[in-house]
């Protein structure tokens, strides 16, 4: 079986981000990057049905050198080789020029089923898996906390949660599955796979090497940081009658929530 899991490089959830001064992005400087939580689920579930069909995992990622540190890490996870699309004009692409970078990628290669994280933690848009899908013309399961595939690796049945209940979703192969948290538990990668991981091939492309034009459909005007939260009140006293009633009165009069 040929599976493919698409990796995003993001800063990590514990580091302190910071708007630049003129709002046109992040200021990157010290900022830790790790694999999106959501693909290493997406990889996670790859390496599983290798285990359990055979076959291999391809990785493919998108962004600039850094990257490879992302890659090499689900390489030492587990997968056998990656493709990393790295390109200047495609820092900072809307979703569907990133979805037409990796469609590109993908469409040269065999691929049986695709994984990718459900949304990415830095802008949350989950638009790149469907995007995905269309453009390469396969079924798409969103969302997904389970997945299963039949004795003949051709269809698969997924879970995923709605409002109040969970939605039973049937579907042939090839397609793409998006993952959520509950899908499974990522494993760490092993000293002896991050030693491996060095030496396994990773294809490096650049658009015009895929053929794709990149035509920016869609771009963040400005970045502004939420603004800073007032000082908290401390209601002092001794009596606990007249504290709570001090606390009542802030509570309906200034932060009118009651």
């Not at 003129?22 to 999106?36: A, C, P, Q, T, Y």
């Amino acid at each position: 079986m040929n599976i493919v899991a698409c990796v995003k490089q993001v800063p990590d959830t514990e580091a302190q981000i910071k708007v630049k001064p003129d709002g046109s992005g992040i200021d990157e400087s010290g900022i830790k990057w790790v694999m999106n939580p959501y693909d290493e689920y997406g990889v996670e579930e790859a390496l599983r049905l290798k285990e359990k069909f055979g076959g291999e995992v391809t990785v493919v990622s998108l962004g600039p050198a850094r990257v490879m540190e992302t890659t090499r890490t689900a390489l030492a996870m587990g997968s056998d080789k990656g493709i990393h699309i790295c390109d200047p004009a495609l820092d900072g692409a809307d979703a569907y020029t990133t979805a037409a970078a990796l469609a590109a990628a993908i469409a040269g290669i065999p691929h049986d089923i695709i994984f990718c994280g459900q949304r990415a933690i830095d802008d949350d848009s989950g638009q790149v898996g469907p995007i995905l899908a269309e453009l390469l013309g396969i079924p798409q399961l969103t969302v997904v906390t389970k997945a299963d595939l039949d004795v003949d690796g051709k269809t698969i049945k997924a879970i995923r949660p709605i409002e109040g209940a969970q939605l039973l979703i049937e579907g042939t192969l090839p397609c793409v599955v998006t993952a959520q948290k509950g899908l499974n538990e990522p494993r760490y990668a092993s000293l002896p796979g991050i030693m491996k991981a060095k030496k396994k091939p990773v294809d490096t492309k650049d658009a015009a090497a895929l053929g794709v034009t990149v035509a920016v459909k869609a771009k963040v005007a400005r970045f502004i940081p939420p603004p800073a939260r007032a000082a908290g009140k401390i209601v002092g006293g001794d009596d606990p009658a007249t504290k709570a009633a001090e606390l009542a009165r802030l509570l309906r009069e200034e932060a009118k929530v009651i």
